[in-house]
């Protein structure tokens, strides 16, 4: 790739000499920025129509008087093109490019299939572990409802390996009917494999299916006069036909279905996904994308790329609108999912309801942006006011500390912009090498950490740092900020009033002895108390987290080559950890699959924690 030129860009020259064969080309800069990347099937006509011809949008014409030099990539073929722009669009982030600014990872159900008495949990992150994975869902509690259901349904088990590897007697789970025992296996491998079975089938839509399945089974435990398991079985077809009931279920409809559609008003636009899944609805999320310099029709193109080339897609893409380069994106979807996927943009029957939701949702959610974006509008502005600043803010950070008594200590970073909060910028610190219960250490160690980046260009130096607290961590952020050299940003502490109820915060600058004392009414304090909040909820479930996987960790688990299954055997043989810490060596050494190399680490370790 060359650099930017320092001469003028000759469009003409470029023209005259670029290919007319599929491929990539990106917009640069004068300081080498690359302010666009796009895709042609033919480079020399589609970068004609920027140098040539009619008028161009506003946006377009103020991008190419930008534009330094166009680099281009030749590619073999369309679908080739449309994945090395999704690439270099998520790798450069340009700015005159469509951005699908929520790109949060969405949850999923994933069974582990390998296990012997598999295991249903919530999920997110990569998809690459063993089992199977099913979603995505809307959100956090669809997955969850779901989980509670196939739970009450089928008895699975949703607790951690390490939990229901050390389990001497049944858990609460088990005594509330939400679970078969299997940790003490009250129930045989087979018959849990059948419930997970079942389960699989409600969630890959084969309700139908799976309740002939299930009234054959009772009639012939009936039969055998096995009354309890055909009462279980009863009660088990009559749970799946109130999961068909409540939704809107399509007839012999099994496939994975989106319902993705694009309203714009004006600047704004609002694109949101109704996610189908075995026929069932299972909710919507909407996603807000900065345009770029595409027009409408083009932005729900640019959406559909960034947002399944980056996920699984269903078998069925429905869209409200048109898009040129659908059989492209239908190919390149295609094979990386290894199976059809299809893009529909004309729908009759029960797909036009969805679609039909799915705009619903959008205009509702454009109504409800536009209203917030005024109200942000109104709160940037205040602060401006009350900082004195020249500009409003267009980045705040806002540091909080979160701990019990000194243990498992926890800084928070949260990021707003003019758009709200920007959580993918979000930061978690855990605190070591200080004394129990030091705020000031911990701030000024998450400080120093957090800066100290920012310092290398590792993130974007905000307008506005806040402070949960206040003068002593007020002079601890200033005291790093000085030592790194960062004098462009505004720092102010936030601390609670004399009771601690809201309105009552009081802001602490550098330089000013006293407090300044917003108004309750003020737009400026309700931003602060937002980002404020917002900063301790994150620290605080941060640090819970951390605080909760300490105490609930066995220190068993810490031992090489002690693994669940000798674990279990170890708790069973001395009655629970008190026993196996009171054994000795010879002792160990005499459990089954317990060696004596085995026993001397396992005593080392017990003794050296106690």
């Known amino acids: ?17 670029v290919s007319q064969r599929p491929g990539v080309y990106r917009m640069i800069g004068a300081d080498g920025e690359v302010l666009y990347v796009g895709k042609a099937r033919n480079l020399k006509n589609r970068l004609t129509t920027y140098f040539v011809g009619k008028a161009q949008a506003a946006k377009t014409m103020a991008m190419v008087s930008q534009v330094a030099n166009v680099e281009v990539t030749v590619t073999a073929s369309e679908t080739e093109a449309l994945l090395l722009e999704y690439n270099l669009i998520k790798r450069h982030r340009p700015r005159f490019n469509v951005t699908l600014r929520d790109d949060k990872s969405f949850p999923y159900l994933y069974v582990t299939t390998e296990d012997e008495y598999p295991r249903i949990s919530f999920y997110r992150g990569s998809r690459k572990l063993p089992g199977r994975f099913f979603g ?71 309700g139908a299916e799976l309740i002939d399945d299930l009234a054959q089974r009772m009639e012939q435990a009936s039969q055998e006069l096995e009354f309890e398991k055909a009462a279980r079985l009863r009660d088990q077809i009559n749970g799946i036909k109130a999961i068909h009931s409540t939704q809107s279920v399509t007839r012999n409809a099994t496939e994975d279905i989106d319902a993705v559609a694009l309203v714009s008003h004006g600047s704004d636009h609002c694109v949101s996904i109704v996610f189908v899944r075995g026929g069932r609805n299972l909710g919507s999320s909407n996603f807000f994308p900065k345009p770029g310099i595409a027009e409408a029709g083009e932005l729900l193109s640019g959406f559909l790329a960034q947002y399944y080339l980056g996920r699984e897609a269903p078998g069925e893409i429905l869209i409200n609108e048109q898009i040129e380069d659908a059989d492209t994106l239908e190919q390149a979807l295609s094979e990386r999912m290894e199976r059809s996927v299809r893009i529909r943009p004309n729908v009759r029957g029960v797909r036009a309801r969805w679609l039909e939701m799915a705009r619903t949702n959008a205009e509702l959610g454009v109504k409800m942006r536009r209203a917030t974006e005024a109200t942000s509008v109104e709160q940037l502005q205040a602060m401006q006011e009350v900082f004195n600043l020249p500009n409003p803010p267009a980045r705040i950070e806002c540091f909080d500390i979160s701990h019990t008594m000194g243990e498992r200590t926890v800084a928070s970073c949260v990021v707003f912009g003019p758009d709200g909060p920007i959580k993918s910028d979000y930061r978690r610190f855990n605190i070591e090498g200080i004394a129990g219960g030091d705020d000031y250490g911990a701030m000024r160690q998450a400080l120093s950490r957090r800066y100290a980046r920012i310092k290398k260009g590792e993130a974007p130096t905000p307008d506005v740092l806040l402070i949960d607290g206040g003068p002593g961590q007020l002079a601890q952020a200033t005291e790093v900020l000085q030592q790194l050299e960062i004098d462009n940003v505004l720092i102010a502490g936030v601390a609670k009033g004399a009771d ?61 080559g002690l693994g669940p299954r000798k674990r279990r055997e170890l708790l069973r043989q001395f009655g629970g950890l008190q026993g196996v810490s009171r054994a000795g060596i010879d002792d160990l050494a005499k459990v089954h699959g317990i060696g004596r190399k085995l026993a001397q680490s396992i005593y080392d370790t017990l003794h050296a924690n106690g």
């Open 1 to 17: 790739m060359t650099g930017p030129s320092s001469a003028p860009f000759d469009s003409k020259l470029f023209l005259a000499n």
């Open 136 to 206: 995505p869902y809307p959100n956090a509690r669809a997955t969850r409802e779901t989980i509670l259901l196939l739970q009450k349904l089928f008895l699975l088990r949703p607790c951690s390996d390490s939990f229901f590897a050390n389990r001497s007697r049944p858990c609460l789970q088990h005594q509330i009917k939400r679970c078969s025992g299997p940790c003490v296996r009250l129930i045989s491998p087979e018959e849990y494999r059948q419930d997970l079975n079942d389960a699989i089938k409600v969630l890959e839509g084969k």
């Open 500 to 560: 601690r109820r809201p309105g009552q915060e009081r802001l602490f600058l550098p330089g000013h002895e006293l407090p300044t004392l917003l108004p309750p009414d003020s737009p400026a304090l309700h931003l602060i108390q937002r980002v404020r909040d917002e900063a301790h909820r994150f620290a605080i479930t941060g640090h819970r987290a951390r605080r909760g996987k300490a105490r609930t960790q066995s220190v068993l688990e810490t031992v090489p």
